[in-house]
């Protein structure tokens, strides 16, 4: 049997199995397939074992897979694709990024939510957006400071072409996964803290392929998981 469609299944299941603990619907959790470097092949592939959802972090790279992707599905016919982008996005990029993803994860300043509300309205298309939190000191990581968040959601709220859904972080790498707890908590207090001065907003996209499952139990809705599924061999007890 192939083993894409063994991670796939082992990866549902541990889905499944943390919304069980954490007592929630495992219905809630929305996984992201990260598909960066993975050939277009590949994604046929987990799309036939049920995969919708596709994670790419570089625009470039997503342009020429998207189409390559979309040519060969004439003949699969796959129906609800999407595609998110999940990795920093520079300025002269969001024109196209517009045009090929559904939901933009890593929304990390208001002068980028400014441009990509621009180029929104030229589409004619309300884009959905996370907001990229900071939640790491490594400078690696990218995103808006927690002080800066309420004000941040206010200005982008005026922004009439985006539509901002919830928060997304990356938290640093973490040996033991129950390290990173402390994060994936502070961005589920950070949501709740929003929603209480009126932001509408439910989407917590947090955890990765060696953490995911901590994140769902502090709340994650989305997760964006790559390696798990693409290049290892899923773990057999779980
Ligand atoms: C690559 C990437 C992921 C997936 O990481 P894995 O460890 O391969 O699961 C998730 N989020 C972002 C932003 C990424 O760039």
């Given at each position: 049997m192939s083993t894409l469609f063994e991670n796939i299944k082992a990866i549902n299941r541990r889905i499944c199995k943390s919304a069980m603990i954490a007592e929630r619907d495992p219905s809630e959790v929305k996984l992201?397939?990260?598909?960066?470097?993975?050939?277009?092949?590949?994604?046929?592939?987990?799309?036939?074992?049920?995969?919708?959802?596709?994670?790419?972090?570089?625009?470039?790279?997503?342009?020429?897979?998207?189409?390559?992707?979309?040519s060969l599905n004439t003949e699969h016919g796959f129906s609800n694709i999407s595609w998110h982008m999940i990795g920093t996005l520079q300025k002269n990029k969001v024109k196209t990024a517009v045009a090929l993803f559904d939901l933009i994860h890593s929304v990390d300043s208001v002068a980028l939510a400014y441009?990509?509300?621009?180029?929104?309205?030229?589409?004619?298309?309300?884009?959905?957006?996370?907001?990229?939190?900071?939640?790491?000191?490594?400078?690696?990581?990218?995103?808006?400071?927690?002080?800066?968040?309420?004000?941040?959601?206010a200005k982008i709220s005026e922004m009439k072409n985006l539509k901002c859904e919830g928060l997304m972080t990356l938290a640093p790498y973490c040996e033991?996964?129950?390290?990173?707890?402390g994060y994936f908590r502070e961005l589920k207090?950070?949501?709740?803290?929003?929603?209480?001065?009126?932001?509408?907003?439910?989407?917590?996209?947090?955890?990765?392929?060696?953490?995911?499952?901590?994140?769902?139990?502090?709340?994650?809705?989305?997760?964006?998981?790559?390696?798990?599924?693409?290049?290892?061999?899923?773990?057999?007890?779980?």
């Amino acid at each position: 049997m192939s083993t894409l469609f063994e991670n796939i299944k082992a990866i549902n299941r541990r889905i499944c199995k943390s919304a069980m603990i954490a007592e929630r619907d495992p219905s809630e959790v929305k996984l992201v397939a990260v598909s960066k470097t993975v050939p277009v092949q590949r994604l046929i592939e987990s799309a036939n074992y049920g995969i919708r959802t596709f994670g790419e972090s570089r625009v470039q790279e997503a342009l020429s897979k998207i189409a390559e992707f979309e040519s060969l599905n004439t003949e699969h016919g796959f129906s609800n694709i999407s595609w998110h982008m999940i990795g920093t996005l520079q300025k002269n990029k969001v024109k196209t990024a517009v045009a090929l993803f559904d939901l933009i994860h890593s929304v990390d300043s208001v002068a980028l939510a400014y441009e990509i509300d621009k180029h929104a309205l030229k589409a004619g298309k309300v884009q959905r957006i996370l907001l990229q939190v900071k939640l790491s000191p490594e400078d690696t990581k990218h995103g808006i400071a927690k002080q800066e968040l309420l004000e941040t959601l206010a200005k982008i709220s005026e922004m009439k072409n985006l539509k901002c859904e919830g928060l997304m972080t990356l938290a640093p790498y973490c040996e033991n996964p129950e390290d990173c707890r402390g994060y994936f908590r502070e961005l589920k207090d950070l949501l709740k803290k929003a929603k209480e001065h009126g932001f509408d907003l439910k989407e917590l996209s947090m955890g990765m392929s060696h953490d995911f499952e901590v994140a769902i139990e502090e709340g994650a809705t989305i997760v964006r998981i790559g390696t798990a599924l693409f290049n290892a061999r899923g773990d057999p007890t779980a």
